[in-house]
C-alpha cells in the first residue's frame, strides 16, 4: 500500500475515533493529545500511525471502525504498515 491510500486510511479511522464518544476519551489520555493535536495530527503521518496503533490493540475496534467504513479487516494494519514507524520487523 502506497504511503498516501494509507494516509487517507488513517483519515477515515481518526474520524470514526473522533466521532465516538466513549472511545475518544481513552485515546486522548492513552497519547496525552488535546482537541488542537487531533487538528494538527490530521496532517502528520507519524500521528496518524498512532491512531491506528491505538485502534488495533483491540479487535473489537478494529471491527466496528472497519464495518462502520466498510473496509476489510486488514485494511488498518497494511495502512499502518504503510506509515511512519509500522514495518513489520524482519527476524532474518
Known sequence: MQQDRAE????????????????????????GAGPDDLRRGAG???????????????DAWVIACCEAAGMAYETLMQARQALPGGALPTWT
Do not use: C, T, Y
Open 8 to 31: 487517507e486510511i488513517a483519515l477515515i479511522a481518526l474520524g470514526w475515533l473522533a466521532a465516538n464518544e466513549d472511545l475518544l476519551p481513552v485515546f486522548m489520555g492513552a497519547s
Open 44 to 58: 502528520d503521518p507519524a500521528f496518524l500511525g498512532s491512531v491506528l496503533d491505538f485502534i488495533l490493540m483491540d
